[in-house]
């Protein structure tokens, strides 16, 4: 199991934007959030979001800097799991895909927290 850390330098995400933009987009984004890091992700930053009223997401964004084209691709993650998670309900659910980079910086999405372990290279 991995767990949130705070955000790592540099990395930080305006929460009040982010707050403001979700409203109306993910339930209980209007009750507040609170924003910590996965901090064992390989470049793509992901966060959990925490509800005031106790729901929590992940957002995924892609890394800082310049990035090949056509790597890192947000939009077609989202699109993936959108089309897998009927079909594969133990796939996180997506939620909302905001392709305006003006709104964090990045193109990113929010997915459904789903805790438990992350897989990599080697299998527990």
Known sequence: MHSPSAV????????DVLTGYLRGKIEGAESGIAIQQFLDGHSNLTYLLSCSDGRQYVLRRGPLGPVAPKAH???????VLETLHPHF???????HLCEDSAVIGAIFFVMEYRPGLILRSEVP
């Open 8 to 15: 790592r330098a540099g990395e930080e995400v305006p929460l």
């Open 73 to 79: 691709d947000m939009a077609r993650e989202y699109r």
């Open 89 to 95: 309900p133990e796939a996180p659910r997506p939620y």
